[in-house]
């Protein structure tokens, strides 16, 4: 396709030549999709969350982010999913995140397991001027 312009036209490329024409069977086949991940869990130690959410931060508390804020909320999870209880895990550099990773964290929900036994889990909260992302890991 030729584009008119105000100036000289410009040389189209030479046609590949035969050597240089890469059949379909020749390319390489699209990788295979990653093996599914273990009931509860992506493998790396995180735990898919059935319910997240996630702080609603006010714009103007937002716009106080330098950087990255980090806050780490410990919380004990029911058999059924339901957390029973959140608290900080790691002192941080801000109350006023901290409260509100913990007030989110409480209203988490996890998958329901066979075991009796609560799970201890950490959920992993992370501000910045352009968002808020989370991620459940399972503590051992």
Known sequence: VRMFRGGPAEPQPPAPRPAETVSQASQPAAPAPPPAAPRGGRGDGSTVALHQVIPD????ARQTIHGHIKVWVR????PDGAVLAAVP??????RYFE???????RKWTFSAVEAP?????????D??????TARAVTLR
Do not use: C, K, W, Y
Request: net charge positive; glycine share 6%.
């Open 127 to 132: 501000f910045s001027r352009d968002g808020t």
């Open 117 to 125: 036994a609560r799970r201890i889990m950490q959920v992993q909260f």
């Open 99 to 105: 409260r509100l990773a913990v007030e989110a964290a």
């Open 57 to 60: 931060v006010p714009t103007h």
């Open 89 to 94: 895990d790691r002192a941080g550099s801000s």
């Open 75 to 78: 919380v004990v999870v029911e």
